[in-house]
Nanobody, 124 residues
Framework: QEQLVESGGGLVQPGGSLRLSCAAS????????MGWFRQAPGKERTFVAS????????FYANSVKGRFTITRDNAKNTLYLQMNELKPDDTAVYYC?????????????????WGQGTQVTVSS
């Protein structure tokens, strides 16, 4: 059974940076794509960024393009999200997710495994 565990969230001032990590474990962990999603209070879970696990191809939501960078370390089975120039609107619980199917998707329902989430709060 694959498990995903996020870390690195916290409180940061506007304009600051945070780096989220997602450690994956499981005997057969070999997703096609991994992604970051976020969910603000009272809102739906939305796509942030994704990366293909093998080739490293990336895709970003327009709201974070140019500020956030998704990377992965295959040897460590770890996914990262470097977040720069943070804004109050970035405040949310951030989740990492893994998709087994060979496809492109930004829909949460298409991702098979999820972490428990890590809180990111951007406030002065």
């Amino acid at each position: 059974q694959e498990q995903l565990v996020e870390s690195g969230g916290g409180l940061v001032q506007p304009g600051g940076s945070l780096r989220l990590s997602c450690a994956a474990s499981g005997r057969t962990f070999s997703p096609y794509r991994m992604g970051w999603f976020r969910q603000a209070p009272g809102k739906e879970r939305t796509f942030v960024a994704s990366i293909t696990w093998s080739a490293g191809g990336t895709f970003y939501a327009n709201s974070v393009k140019g500020r956030f960078t998704i990377t992965r370390d295959n040897a460590k089975n770890t996914l990262y999200l470097q977040m720069n120039e943070l804004k109050p609107d970035d405040t949310a619980v951030y989740y990492c997710a893994a998709m087994q199917r060979v496809a492109f998707s930004i829909r949460p329902d298409d991702y098979n495994y999820w972490g428990q989430g890590t809180q990111v709060t951007v406030s002065s």
